[in-house]
Every structure is written in structure tokens, then in C-alpha cells.
């Protein structure tokens, strides 16, 4: 079946602007995770979303940065006034509940101008 | 707050060789314990899950092992390929949301 999609692919933006990554998870699955993966800091963790629940928004670096999911399916990663120290891979992952096991897409690589 | 550490940080070994990584956390109350494979520019391919019951998990060449009382996890490569040459990264899920805390990974090559 299909994997984890992720678009777009690749984000080149001026510093200021707002940003709109999506993430489309494995049908079925209702947890949706967003990482962030920069040089000199590895994977982290942005952002978690368990189906009709609240976010857990702990990792969000800053107010700038949100992110929603419709419907319990797509999320959309929102960054506002983008920085340069924003420019990163942005990883969505799913998974089932229970099943541990989280399933990546291949990420959106953007790059703050 | 856990951290996770692995090494060596870059491996290049010929084909044919059997090779080990490591894979340490500090905080040994854990799930479970994860290694992806990620190619250059690509997505993290999960590869192995070992639940914390268990002390070994077998997929092809692939053998990863977890000591949970040590905080160590290796992943053991039979018969290395060119093919296997990527970064391998282990993970163990934290904090309520169970996120995953990644290791800065190992950069393996293989040379033919």
C-alpha cells in the first residue's frame, strides 16, 4: 500500500515568508508525528497528533512554528516568518497505535534564503 | 532526558565483511527500541523494532540485539554489500507522545 507522501519535496524560500508543509500519513493510521532534521542537530521532535486528541506541541521551537490535521488524515506544518536557522528536512511519520513502529515519509527540504 | 548515542560515526568496510554498530541510551526505561536505514536525501526505512522484552530481533542479514540493564542495542550486519551503504540511526520513544529520540547515526560505506 501506499507509504507516507510528504510535499513539497524540496522548498527554497526567502527569509520572512510564511511556509506550508503537508504530510499525508498511511491510511489508517492515527498517530502523525513531525521531526525536523538540521546539520549539527540531528532528528527532533516537533510535533505529535493522536487522532481527535489535543497535539502534544512540546517540541515546537517557537511561536512561529504550528501545524493542524483535517480530518484526522493530512497535517499541514506552518511556519511563519521563516529564519534562516529553519532550513532543514522536515520528516512526517505515522503509525498505528499500539504497533509502536513509526512509518517515515521522505521529508521536505527547505531552505530559508 | 534521554539521549542516545552511537558509534562509530562513519564505518567504510569491504564488501563481504561482517560489521557491528552500537547503539547506547541512557535512560534504560524503555518501549522499545528502533534502527531506520536513511540514504543520502531520502526518508528514514525502518528496519528493525525490538519491544523491551526482547533480547534479539532477525531480519535477513540484519540481527539487532537489546540489553536494556546496559542501555546498549547493537545491529549486526552479516555479508556487507555495496547496497548497505547509508546511515543507520537508532531511536527509542520518549515522553508521553512517545516521540522518538534519534542517535546522531553511523555512515556506513561499503566498498565494492
Known amino acids: ?64 512554528f504550528s501545524a493542524e490535521r483535517t480530518g484526522g488524515s493530512v497535517s499541514t506544518l506552518t511556519i511563519q516568518r521563516t529564519q534562516q536557522e529553519d532550513s532543514a528536512v522536515y520528516l512526517c511519520a505515522s503509525s498505528l497505535v499500539g504497533r509502536e513502529t513509526q512509518y517515515f515519509g521522505p521529508g521536505t527540504r527547505l531552505l530559508v534564503l | 532526558k534521554q539521549e542516545v548515542t552511537q558509534i562509530p560515526a562513519a564505518l567504510s568496510v569491504p564488501e563481504g565483511e561482517n560489521l557491528v554498530l552500537n547503539c547506547s541510551f541512557t535512560d534504560s526505561a524503555i518501549y522499545n527500541l528502533q534502527w531506520f536505514r536513511q540514504d543520502p536525501g531520502k526518508g528514514l526505512t525502518s528496519l528493525l523494532l525490538i519491544q523491551s522484552s526482547q533480547r534479539e530481533q532477525t ?39 512517545r516521540q522518538l529520540t534519534f542517535g546522531s547515526g553511523t555512515q556506513l560505506t561499503v566498498l565494492p
Open chain 2, 59 to 97: 531480519s535477513g542479514r540484519l540481527n539487532a540485539s537489546l540489553d536494556k540493564s546496559s542501555g546498549r542495542s547493537t545491529l549486526y550486519i552479516a555479508a556487507s554489500q555495496p547496497g548497505d551503504s547509508a546511515t543507520y540511526l537508532c531511536a527509542v520513544p520518549s515522553g508521553s507522545a
Open chain 1, 1 to 64: 500500500g501506499a507509504g507516507v507522501s510528504q510535499s513539497p519535496s524540496n522548498k527554497v524560500t526567502e527569509k520572512g515568508k510564511d511556509v506550508e508543509l503537508r504530510c499525508d500519513p498511511i491510511s489508517g493510521h492515527t498517530a502523525l508525528y513531525w521531526y525536523r532534521q538540521s546539520l549539527g542537530q540531528g532528528l527532533e521532535f516537533l510535533i505529535y497528533f493522536q487522532g481527535n486528541s489535543a497535539p502534544d506541541k512540546s517540541g515546537l521551537p517557537s511561536d512561529r
